[in-house]
């Protein structure tokens, strides 16, 4: 069984930094390619991050290019983004997601597991 868990959410002030963790379990971590994904109130879930199974390729959305980093540690199960300079438009539900692939993929319908999320608030 697929478990994907989220940590490290919470609320802070603008310009702060976060870092989020993802704990995988249940499959073979290093032969999925994992994302990170967001969803406000009221809008659509878009995606933020992306990282290949072996960390080597990664790819951003525009909106927190420069300011948010993915990385991922095979030998823990876990991959992560770090965020800084966060702005009150960051607020959001954060999943992370895995899909059993080599490569980066930006689609949603793509990933096969998904956790439950975990709340980052930005307040300005």
């Known amino acids: 069984q697929v478990q994907l868990v989220e940590s490290g959410g919470g609320l802070v002030q603008a310009g702060a930094s976060l870092r989020l963790s993802c704990a995988a379990s249940?499959?073979?971590?290093?032969?999925?390619?994992m994302g990170w994904f967001r969803q406000a109130p009221g809008k659509e879930r878009e995606f933020v991050a992306a990282i290949s199974r072996s960390g080597t390729f990664t790819h951003y959305a525009d909106s927190v290019k420069g300011r948010f980093t993915i990385s991922r540690d095979n030998a823990k199960n876990t991959v992560y983004l770090q965020m800084n300079s966060l702005k009150p438009e960051d607020t959001a539900f954060y999943y992370c997601?895995?899909?059993?692939?080599?490569?980066?993929?930006?689609?949603?319908?793509?990933?096969?597991?998904w956790g439950q999320g975990t709340q980052v608030t930005v307040s300005s």
């Open positions: 249940g499959h073979t971590f290093s032969m999925h390619a």
């Open positions: 997601a895995s899909v059993r692939r080599m490569l980066i993929t930006t689609k949603r319908d793509d990933y096969d597991y």
